[in-house]
């Protein structure tokens, strides 16, 4: 089964990252009036604000969180911090965050299927990425009690490995998964394929961060 563990975690990264970043472009330099949040707050805005920050600060802290613990060498933080209290600290804040963003995208997919005035002005890839995302935010938290059954940081250090052999380029990057556990791997897997939807979907949004806004002029509004 090498070959499988070779081709989801070794090759499918690589066409996933191609993907995201070639569509996501395409996308931009063709259909930008497609590149918006399709907010439906103004359709129904009750509840929205509560599922929608629980969801968003959710799953901020969840990729920072991600792209810290998996990309910064053992090496660095290893004179701070023990893998295995490196490893504790992550189910903590991952978990609080998690259960945040599960809560909110529960909220959100229950507003989006429920509402009937959002549901209509909706599409099916709004309701399948909410479905992905909530399946994907399940996972990661049933990833939970596993880790807790080795506090040690073995497997957080293997995963690790597997990220950073990827940015690397190394070409046995995929041999780090061998030994972990299904759970680990589905959430992996799961986590390529939202790279793949990514510019297919309202998800574009993110590239869009409003950094101008913080020095933009500030708007003069007179009353008449």
């Known amino acids: 089964m090498s070959y499988l563990n070779d081709l989801f975690f070794g090759v499918y990264p690589y066409i996933a990252g191609a993907i995201f970043i070639i569509a996501s472009w395409i996308r931009y330099d063709r259909e930008q009036f497609t590149w918006r949040a399709s907010s439906s707050q ?3 805005s009750k509840g929205f604000r509560r599922a929608s920050n629980l969801f968003h600060v959710g799953v901020l802290v969840i990729f920072f969180g991600h792209l810290v613990g998996l990309l910064t060498p053992h090496a660095l ?6 893998a295995g209290n490196k490893q504790l600290l992550a189910i903590i804040v991952g978990g609080l965050a998690g ?29 399948f990425i909410l479905v992905l995302l909530f399946v994907q935010v ?20 293997l995963l690790a490995d597997w990220a950073q052999g990827l940015v690397t380029l190394q070409a046995d990057a995929a041999t780090h998964l061998l030994g972990v556990g299904l759970v680990y791997k589905l959430h992996i897997f799961i986590g390529l394929t939202m790279f793949v939807v990514f510019p297919f979907t309202r998800m574009v949004h993110i590239w869009s961060v409003p950094v101008k806004y913080f020095a933009r002029n500030y708007q003069i509004v007179r009353q008449r």
């Open 77 to 82: 933080y290893a004179p701070f911090i023990s």
């Open 99 to 127: 259960v945040a963003c599960w809560t909110g995208a529960l909220l959100l997919l229950k507003r989006r299927l429920g509402d009937a005035r959002v549901r209509a002005t909706g599409t099916k890839a709004d309701i």
């Open 138 to 157: 399940s996972l990661g938290l049933l990833t939970i009690p596993f880790a807790l059954g080795h506090l040690d940081g073995g497997v957080m250090l």
């Open 42 to 44: 103004m359709l129904s």
